[in-house]
């Protein structure tokens, strides 16, 4: 299974052609990118064995709508910290940074309600959201152009490294307080969790106005795959 071909899925059901991108030059042909979760340092493997991350950053930089959800969203952000992240190759853009496996490992995978205004705001319906959070990453702390979309409280029994997140998360850590999970800079979108995997569409259908309000024309949408 790949989350990619899942996330093609739901496009299609928005009237949308997603196009699988193998190749930098493929870059050219799409609007939009979606980067879809799976295992980022794989990932990183991969877009590195395919010379992808220049055209990636240049995508990014040229300022057409990307999206990252889970392993997207740490190939988006300019730090990452946890988990064998060192010399971990990411596409950044994003000011922020990201823990990747913050929540635990994959038997901690978990679902939960989120509160996201500018969903409800711009897309309609409630402001709950269902965010199906698979060996997720949070995001530890943002830059001054970074809109805060969903956070979600830090798990009462987490131990947190301090030294490993850089001192910010130790402010954070306890009942009361959050991490963030969810974020929009701009071109770029980030989720921690996976709309693809839910009924609801409008993650989706924000993501695909963003390209409206960037100037961008007919929008496409891509995915890097994790495996063939
Ligand atoms: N934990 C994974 C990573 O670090 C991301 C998991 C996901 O995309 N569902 O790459």
């Not at 949308?16 to 193998?22: A, D, L, N, S, T």
């Not at 190939?75 to 950044?92: D, P, S």
């Not at 940074?97 to 205004?117: D, K, M, W």
Request: aromatic share 6%; charged share 20%; net charge neutral.
């Amino acid at each position: 299974m790949a989350v990619g071909v899942l996330a093609l899925q739901v496009l299609r059901r928005l009237g949308v052609k997603g196009v699988e991108i193998r190749k930098p030059e493929q870059l050219q042909n799409v609007n939009s990118l979606i980067i879809p979760g799976g295992e980022s340092t794989t990932m990183a493997k991969l877009a590195q064995l395919h010379n992808l991350f220049p055209a990636l950053r240049e995508f990014v930089k040229m300022g057409k709508p990307v999206w990252g959800t889970c392993a997207g969203l740490i190939f988006l952000a300019n730090n990452a910290l946890g988990q064998k992240t060192g010399g971990q190759k990411l596409v950044g853009g994003l000011d922020c940074t990201i823990h990747r496996n913050f929540f635990g490992s994959q038997i901690q995978s978990f679902e939960a309600e989120l509160s996201v205004p500018e969903l409800a705001a711009k897309e309609g319906g409630p402001e709950s959201f269902r965010g199906v959070f698979i060996r997720a990453p949070a995001i530890i702390n943002v830059g001054p152009d970074v809109k805060v979309l969903a956070d979600y409280p830090v798990p009462s029994d987490k131990v947190v490294n301090s030294a490993v997140a850089g001192g910010s998360i130790e402010e954070k850590n306890g009942s009361d307080k959050k991490v963030i999970v969810a974020v929009r800079q701009g071109n770029l979108l980030a989720t921690a969790f996976h709309p693809e995997l839910t009924a609801d569409s409008r993650w989706h259908s924000y993501f695909l106005k963003m390209g409206n309000e960037t100037g961008e024309g007919t929008l496409s949408s891509i995915g890097i795959r994790e495996t063939e």
